[in-house]
């Protein structure tokens, strides 16, 4: 077969002059999208974006420390790419957004939105957000030019966060450092008032939905647990920032924890019950999608993610 008939045949353009192989072949990703089993719910990660930390965003970690970690992780040295997710929540009657990435409040994160259209949901779908707390890469993307994205949602949030981000006096007693963090949790705040139902004690939100509070890293910071048994999954919000150093070294606390002894002992507290359950996890700056379990590792842990399915259907799973 000549190679121009064959060309044709397989529709696979024939390369210019002077282009290499390697420029006709992908250079961007399949969309950041993953469905999985949390019955009743069926659960969706999305990757809003990606962060790049280091060790000067830690505290009691030099740069050769984070640097012995990043290699151990197989990671470059120098500051480490951490993911931001947001995960949704689907049943009959609900469509539960966990948190709204970081649109517009950090520069590169902001796939949220396209990501929900492209996986049929759109805005006024969401019924609920469950906030883990009020942090910009959290909340950014539920407004946009101070407007609520999300016409019908009420939001859920612990009071504890709503006092220490969102009232007048909190925004102009805060550090010059984190003034834009409290100017943008307020303004989420005002966007969506009147539909805003606080919690205070660890409760039921709704059937199949759990909040457990996880204070230190904010004084609301709360987990939510989704579904029941062996599908249920435990969102531990931000829990853990960068795996690579936080999992080896669990004691680390990071520059933005607001009571950083509080967010070690609950991060300390919370690893070790997890490996002993067996307790399915999800974490906002996990890897995409960011789902799977714990196991101990020498001293600290260890994150096993969880396999890729073709089917959410177990018994159809190898079906393409
Ligand atoms: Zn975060």
Redesign the pocket.
């Known amino acids: 077969m000549k190679r121009r008939h064959f060309l044709k045949i397989t529709g696979i353009a024939p390369l210019a002059a002077g282009s290499s192989r390697l420029d006709a072949l992908p250079q961007t990703q399949v969309s950041a999208i993953q469905h999985f089993r949390a019955a009743p719910f069926v659960g969706t990660a999305f990757l809003d974006g990606v962060l790049n930390l280091g060790a000067e965003a830690f505290a009691d970690l030099t740069e050769e420390e984070a640097d012995e970690l990043a290699v151990a992780a197989f990671r470059q040295p120098g500051k480490i790419r951490t993911g ?1 997710n947001a995960y949704l929540f689907q049943s009959d009657a609900e469509t539960i957004l966990v948190d709204a990435g970081g649109a517009g409040a950090m520069e590169p994160l902001g796939n949220l939105l396209p990501l929900l259209a492209e996986a049929g949901v759109k805005p006024e779908d969401v019924t609920k957000i469950l906030l883990t ?1 009020l ?1 910009p ?2 909340i950014g993307g539920m407004i946009q030019n101070g407007e609520a994205v999300f016409p019908s949602a009420s939001v859920h949030v612990h009071q504890a966060d709503l006092d220490a981000w969102t009232t007048e006096q909190a925004v102009a007693s805060a550090p010059a450092d984190f003034h834009a963090f409290f100017q943008l949790a307020r303004s989420v705040y005002l966007a969506y008032e009147d539909r805003i139902i606080p919690f205070t004690y660890d409760e039921e939100l709704l059937p199949g939905v759990r909040t457990r509070h996880l204070p230190g890293h904010t004084p609301g910071h709360t987990g939510f647990e989704f579904g029941s048994g062996k599908d249920a999954l435990l969102i531990w ?2 829990i853990v ?1 960068v795996e690579a150093y936080q999992l080896p070294r669990p004691e680390l606390t990071i520059g ?1 924890d607001m009571d950083p002894k509080q967010a070690r002992a609950t991060r300390m507290q919370l690893l070790p019950k997890l490996v002993e359950s067996q307790r399915r996890i999800a974490g ?2 996990l890897s995409f999608p960011g789902i799977g379990r714990l196991m101990p590792d020498g001293s600290g842990f260890r994150f096993l993610a969880e396999d890729w399915t073709f089917s959410l259907d177990p018994k159809k799973e190898g079906a393409a």
Do not use: E, R, S, Y
Request: net charge negative.
């Open positions: 931001v707390h942090h890469d959290h919000g931000d920032h933005f906002m700056h």
